[in-house]
């Protein structure tokens, strides 16, 4: 039986991630057929460029190659986890864009993460269990508010009155603690406010349950039920909503990044684009893609963990 | 858990509170040392080796760490740097360059091959260098860059360590101009052969400039100080120079109000009316033009006279004044002020302007070209590249022919490679475009518009016009060539396949204790060789 057991969970294993490895590979495929079919090229410019040095630009990059045989260049290349050099920027590689713009978007995004879920969780408790009286009233507001306002117009609002106003924190850039500070707080306010509403309203419904009767009449203590019985269920939907969360947040946020100039990752999505930079698209596509997939695996990973009800391998195959 | 919500609270207001102290003393600026510049170039380089370089804000930051054999100064004059003489020959074709005593920041000489090694690696082909045809005016350089001629035909030549001899194809008169430019920088042979990435380290950066690098952080700044090294060092008064480079243009002025920058490269339009007052903006020259294409290949825009009612029609003085408001000047001409004629005054001041705004005529002028009063115009499409002001300036000039004129046209943005890619390629009526010079002569606005030219891109063609621009590229004679150039831009303002509307201008925002900055009116943004704070 347990080694049934092991032998289904390895099974399960596999085939997630052979569904992973197909997925990206459909994923580089179109973005490679797209690419390429949209208009221009990473050496445009305003300037006409004579036909010698267009031609010496493209042979150096390999761009007059018919494109099957770039295509199967990049993915040689790329199962041997190269992704190639910027066209852009031709000194750096897609693989070094990446390792010194994901810790940066990353330390932010955990930052966000941590500062979205301790708030958000504790908000979303509070206005549960104090229903309809001021601190919930409060809090949904507040919620409501940051759900609302769009992040770059709170990102200026931020820095207008942290930075320029009260002149108590700089108002940009990368590097100590005190700039981490502002972009924390913008790009953390539309979680923070989701996982705020979506605790509360899991709370109440979990707060009504007969299990929590049951406890309560068991005559546990009211931490006990709050803290065990009811958080432990009621924030199911949070962990769900994590998986998206953390991939979206941590990947970086072009708008964020770029008005506080923060040397993430998040740039990179938009520019690359914008230069035609071949590689950059195809390599920040494949890293994104690849990270959201292991993330809904770890997600469903884990639900097994904090609920007992669900496996991974249905019983009935067993 | 009131409690822990209120802890928190507390904590953070501390937190908040704390970092208040170190902060305001660190933005003060004036603590950092006396001779600091903080500037912002805008954008993260694409490269800094000088022979791949395009772009202004990179060659902005190589100027500041390398000398090439001549320097503009502060009145845009060509003056001596590592060149301490130069010799034209008769036939304005052989340049002979007397180099002064100049070191490396490594403490290696620079010498006249490395001049010859720098140029001949900008120009090769596998180098690949998008400017490599800066170089084509010299005897042999596109045949090599081609890969149809040899390396030793091009006619570069160190005669000795001190001098160094070029001929060129033709009479060039702005050849001595681009010697200060980026593409002709040199670099060192050593270095360079030793590691191809030299120019991402600061270790390896060998500069021959008034500046070096010290450290380079992507996406944020790159610091330098003072090249005690430099030929010219007793005139650098700046000790420390960090450049950032920082594209939101709102982030960058934020950082400018507070206290982190000194001087800001481009500041947002919709900033200048509010700033009108303001000791801190100033409007500097740009030798640019911002114009109209006409497609003349497609009707009605084939006809002459659509063009001109066209042009005539529009207000310009209305929009520079109140939707550019930047301090740009009505164009009426195409090339712009800040080129010198023969006789050393301005080529747009003796050239004056070609046309004036005019209802009535323009009316006539539409009339006979088969639409009274606008009847039975087709619907035309001004097309632009999403950026900047360009909208705003559709509009106003979609009113403007609405108005005089009872032509409706559409306006349209689109990206700016799609936008490249459909004026190259013909498709469209009407588009927005700009023009700034590659070197100081009206020439490089001049040249544009020959038979099937690369950036002609309207499908205009006159012999004259074509004949005119190749006598004023064969002579050395100036007053034969502006000559041939005024006569030129008549037939093209006569013709009007473009119509120009405002020549540019460069506002910057900098601090009032910032003397002696150069903001050059083309190329490069900033020059702080000979810059110091007050």
């Not at chain 1, 305003?46 to 990059?61: A, C, G, Q, S």
């Not at chain 1, 966000?112 to 409060?138: C, E, H, K, P, T």
């Not at chain 2, 982030?251 to 920058?261: A, E, H, P, R, V």
Request: net charge neutral; glycine share 6%; aromatic share 12%.
């Amino acid at each position: 039986m347990v080694n049934n057991g092991v032998l289904q969970l390895v099974q399960y294993l596999l085939r997630r991630i052979v569904t992973i490895i197909l997925a990206l590979w459909l994923i580089v495929t179109l973005t490679f057929m797209i690419m390429h079919s949209v208009p221009g090229g990473p050496f445009a410019s305003e300037k006409k460029l004579p036909d010698v040095i267009k031609r010496n630009l493209e042979d150096r990059y390999h761009l007059n190659d018919p494109l099957s045989k770039q295509y199967i260049n990049y993915l040689n290349n790329l199962i041997h986890f190269d992704l190639g050099p910027s066209f852009r920027y031709e000194y750096r590689t897609v693989n070094d864009i990446i390792k010194t713009g994901f810790p940066v978007s990353a330390i932010l995004g955990a930052l966000a993460i941590a500062f979205a879920l301790v708030v958000g969780l504790l908000a979303g408790i509070i206005s549960a269990l104090r229903q309809n009286r001021w601190q919930d009233y409060l809090a949904m507001v507040l919620a409501t508010l940051s759900f609302s306002v769009p992040i770059f117009i709170l990102s200026g609002l931020l820095m207008y009155f942290f930075a320029y106003k009260l002149q108590i924190l700089p108002s940009a850039m990368w590097g100590t603690w005190q700039q981490a500070i502002l972009p924390t707080l913008a790009l953390a306010a539309l979680p923070t406010a989701f996982i705020a509403r979506l605790m509360r309203s899991s709370m109440l419904e979990v707060l009504q349950q007969d299990y929590i009767k049951t406890a309560r009449a068991k005559g546990l203590s009211e931490r006990v039920i709050v803290l065990r019985h009811g958080v432990r269920n009621a924030v199911l939907p949070v962990v769900t909503y994590l998986g998206f969360l953390v991939t979206d947040v941590l990947m970086g946020s072009f708008v964020v990044e770029s008005i506080f100039a923060i040397p993430g990752l998040g740039m990179w999505y938009v520019n690359s684009i914008l230069n035609r930079d071949y590689t950059v698209i195809l390599g920040v596509t494949i890293f994104f893609s690849a990270f959201l997939m292991l993330m809904n695996f770890f997600v469903d990973l884990t639900y097994v963990v904090i609920d007992p009800r669900i496996k991974l391998v249905d019983r009935k195959d067993v | 858990m009131k409690r822990i919500l209120l802890a928190l609270m507390v904590l953070a207001a501390f937190v908040l509170a704390g970092c208040g102290d170190d902060k305001t003393k660190d933005t003060a600026g004036k603590a950092n040392g006396p001779q600091l510049i903080r500037y912002n170039v805008g954008t993260e380089p694409k490269t800094l080796d000088p022979a791949k370089s395009t772009g202004s804000p990179e060659a902005t930051i190589e100027l500041q760490m390398l000398d090439g054999l001549t320097r503009y100064d502060a009145n845009q004059e060509i003056k001596r740097a590592v060149a301490e003489s130069w010799d034209i020959s008769k036939d304005s074709l052989t340049y002979t360059f007397k180099l002064r005593d100049a070191k490396w920041s490594n403490g290696d000489l620079v010498t006249a091959h490395d001049f010859v090694y720098s140029w001949l690696r900008a120009m090769a082909k596998e180098t690949a260098s998008e400017y490599a045809y800066q170089f084509f005016y010299i005897k042999g350089a596109e045949d090599y860059n081609s890969g149809k001629g040899k390396k030793e035909d091009v006619a570069i030549k160190a005669l000795d360590d001190k001098t160094l001899q070029v001929v060129l194809n033709a009479p060039a008169p702005q050849f001595l101009g681009l010697t200060a430019f980026q593409t002709y920088f040199p670099v060192n042979q050593k270095v360079v052969e030793g590691n191809p990435n030299w120019f991402t380290d600061p270790k390896t950066y060998v500069c021959n400039g008034p500046f070096k690098m010290v450290s380079w952080e992507h996406n944020q700044k790159i610091v330098m100080e003072k090249n005690p090294d430099y030929w010219d060092a007793k005139s650098v008064k700046l000790e420390k120079l960090e450049i950032y480079l920082i594209e939101n243009l709102d982030t960058s002025f934020n950082m400018f109000k507070n206290g982190q920058l000194d001087q800001m490269n481009e500041i947002a339009a919709q900033e200048l009316t509010a700033l009108k007052d303001s000791k801190e903006l100033k409007i500097m020259p740009d030798a640019s033009v911002y114009f109209y294409r006409f497609n003349v290949t497609r009707k009605p825009f084939n006809d002459v006279k659509v063009r001109k009612a066209l042009a005539l029609a529009i207000d310009r003085k209305a929009l520079v004044e109140s939707v550019t408001k930047g301090g740009q000047k009505q164009a009426y001409a195409f090339v712009p002020f800040g080129f010198k004629d023969a006789d050393g005054k301005d080529f747009r001041r003796n050239g004056d302007n070609y046309f004036k705004e005019d209802l009535e005529e323009a009316k006539r002028l539409l009339a006979g070209a088969g639409f009274p009063d606008g009847k039975g115009f087709p619907r035309a499409t001004i097309m632009f590249n999403t950026q900047g002001n360009h909208q705003k300036v559709a509009e106003a000039i979609q009113q403007m022919w609405k108005k005089n004129l009872g032509i409706e046209v559409t306006i349209q943005n689109v990206e700016w490679q799609v936008y490249e890619d459909r004026e190259t390629k013909l498709d469209y009526d009407i588009e927005r475009a700009g023009w700034s010079p590659d070197y100081l002569d009206p020439m490089t606005f001049i040249d544009m518009f020959v038979t099937n030219g690369g950036n002609n891109k309207t499908g205009w063609s006159n012999r004259e016009y074509d004949r005119l621009v190749s006598e004023g590229k064969s002579t050395g004679d100036q007053k034969v060539r502006m000559e041939s150039m005024h006569r030129a831009e008549k037939i093209l303002m006569d013709e009007m396949p473009v119509t120009p509307l405002f020549f540019y201008t460069h506002p910057i925002m900098i601090k009032e204790n910032l003397k002696n900055v150069i903001v050059p009116p083309f190329a490069t943004d900033a020059d702080f060789k000979w810059a110091y704070v007050e």
